[in-house]
């Protein structure tokens, strides 16, 4: 179980904010606020005899078994249409843990007035106050709701215990503090006033005049929670559809939120159909923002539309996405081979290679190959797959059929192909659960597919190149995707290393020297790619949480404008 995540700590200050009134707006001023620091989120490891052990035990046996009633809600109501799903385990098909509802058009209509009944008042309150809101949830998952949390991410997403703890609690709460702390600094700048005594210039930060769509993923609850919450906490309302295969930890969420305070109407929780949600939203005249992670096609119609339908807003909206990658390791001769070894297996293999950044193909010189291709192939036998409620299960199941038959079809693509070999794994049984062996591949080929194209699965593949065509496989590294979301070198050599990392300057928004390509810690690597990766606004980085405010300028004079004359008219 991998356990290289570093010691981290926390610490909370309150924030004191001061209110102004001028010209009748009310707007915070953070001149006078206390400063807010936020710091990451311990890890729990679950050790053997440890008190979370033993609490996510007794956690577990509440859902073991249990089918969870999950509403729509808007405001204060919950909603349940006839239009019934069900979240099934991804270890155990057989198993709905959730049962929950798509809300209709009609609804999501419903949802908007609420939102925007809703969206006066929150706007209004002082900065102070939001932010109290979500750092109280803070802590209500750091301690109260912690296991309840990790227990719902576990068997509805399949995350073993640790990739549970990384994501459902350590990120989810590392989200809301940081984002505190940057609300903080993006609304503190305020402009010059030159002469206070005659005139007062200020910066009112205000929400967008409408509503905000977040589409969320199923891979991780933190982005679940976190793509409504960000905008909420800058005054902003949203419409929260979870991904089907996540609606359990992510309405434990939603809940979680509301337990600490947050006002009905400002998030509404909307399981919905895909298109039904994204025609009934995207055609309304409020919308003002989208924030989104998902797959590019989904993205991309969702842009179109958007621009379609430019004639009916009252704004310009604001587009926010993160599309995921076709993620690399590029290995110099110079490269240490067991931290090649030990990084690719975790970023390839953590998570079932269901992470946005995961690594799926790999350059490596013919000098090292033998030696890495050995280790590799030693590590995956040893790898053990299974339930996610196993304590020894590193490789769980992959989300649900649609994936299950995706990544299997690469898989056949590599039997089948004479430019492709399977070095390790390959098997794929979804007989009780949607299983699939951690998969390498070598190819000879490296513009095959599979060097391409984005699999979203246990499946990484490497080309071996000569190692006196290093500059010719950089270029390959470089044009064979379209995505540039994460990246790493290995390379010791001091020239290499300037020389590659210059080389893949636009190749990733995240970038590693001898490290994997996963594991982003929020306010350490703010997270996001750009070419079709996404927009890269850097989740959990200062520069996100500007992208929720539309900042009004106010210029307030106190002595009268008497004259009309310039003085360059005067005789």
């Known amino acids: 179980m991998p356990t290289n995540c570093g010691p981290m700590f926390f610490l909370k200050h309150l924030l004191k904010p001061s209110i102004h009134k001028s010209n009748g707006i009310i707007h915070s001023s953070l001149r006078n606020m206390a400063a807010y620091t936020a710091v990451n989120e311990p890890m729990l490891d679950f050790g053997p005899g440890s008190q979370e052990r033993k609490d996510l035990e ?10 969870i009633d999950v509403p729509i809600v808007i405001g204060d109501e919950e909603i349940r249409t006839k239009d019934v799903r069900k979240q099934l385990a991804p270890h155990d098909h057989r198993w709905a843990v959730a049962t929950f509802y798509h809300a209709s058009s009609e609804i999501i209509k419903k949802a908007i007035e609420s939102n925007l009944k809703a969206r006066e008042d929150w706007e209004k309150r002082p900065l102070k106050e939001r932010c109290d809101i979500f750092l109280r949830a803070a802590d209500l998952i750091s ?29 989810l709460i590392d989200f809301l503090r940081f984002d505190v702390m940057f609300a903080q600094k993006t ?11 005659t005139t007062v210039n200020s910066l009112s930060y205000r929400g967008l005049e409408g509503f905000w769509a977040a589409v969320c993923p199923f891979n991780f609850t933190a982005i679940g929670g976190h793509l409504p919450m960000a905008p909420a906490l800058m005054g902003n309302v949203a419409l929260w559809k979870p991904s089907d295969t996540a609606v359990l930890s992510n309405y434990t969420v939603y809940k979680i939120y509301r337990e600490a305070g947050l006002p009905p109407g400002v998030i509404n929780f909307l399981p919905a159909d895909g298109p039904v949600f994204g025609d009934t939203v995207l055609s309304s005249p409020d919308f003002v ?22 004639d009916t807003y009252k704004n310009f909206p604001r587009i926010i996405g993160e599309c995921g990658g076709k993620n690399f390791h590029f290995i110099h001769p110079s490269a240490d081979i067991e931290s090649v070894v030990t990084g690719s297996i975790r970023s390839a293999f953590e998570y079932n290679g269901q992470k946005c950044s995961a690594l799926s193909r790999m350059y490596v010189p013919e000098s090292l190959w033998p030696k890495i291709k050995s280790r590799l192939v030693e590590i995956v ?8 409620l196993a304590r020894e299960s590193f490789v769980t199941a992959v989300i649900d059929d649609k994936a299950f038959a995706r990544v299997k079809s690469y898989i056949d693509h590599a039997k089948t192909s004479p430019s492709l070999s399977i070095i390790a794994g390959g098997g794929c049984d ?25 699999i979203f699965g246990p499946v990484v593949t490497a080309y071996v190149y000569p190692d006196n065509k290093l500059g010719e496989t950089i270029k390959l590294a470089q044009t064979s995707s379209p995505y540039a979301l994460t990246g ?15 080389a893949f300057r636009y190749c990733a928004g995240n970038f590693y020297i001898n490290d994997k390509s996963t594991g982003s810690i929020v306010g350490q690597q703010p997270f996001g790619g750009a070419r079709m990766s996404g927009t890269n606004d850097k989740a959990g980085g200062p520069h996100y949480m500007a992208r929720f405010t539309s900042p009004v300028s106010i210029k307030e004079t106190f002595v009268p404008q008497l004259a009309w004359r310039y003085p360059s008219m005067e005789k």
Do not use: C, H
């Open 488 to 502: 790493a070198i290995y390379v010791q050599d001091k020239a290499a290393k300037a020389e590659l990392t210059e």
């Open 143 to 171: 301690k109260k709701y912690r296991m309840d949390l990790i227990a719902t991410t576990m068997i509805g997403q399949a995350k073993n215990v640790w990739q549970a703890e990384i994501d459902a609690a350590a990120e």
């Open 58 to 67: 007794n956690t577990l046996k509440k859902y073991i078994g249990q089918t």
């Open 430 to 454: 979804d007989s009780i659960g949607y299983f699939i062996e951690p998969t390498i591949i070598e190819t000879k080929d490296p513009l095959d597919k599979i060097m391409q194209e984005e």
């Open 381 to 388: 036998k040893d790898v053990k797959m299974g339930s996610p």
């Open 187 to 197: 609304t503190e700048y305020q402009p010059l006033s030159p002469s206070p005594n």
């Open 289 to 310: 923002g989208l924030n989104f992670t998902g797959s590019v096609p989904t993205f991309k119609k969702l842009w179109k539309q958007v621009a379609q339908n430019l």
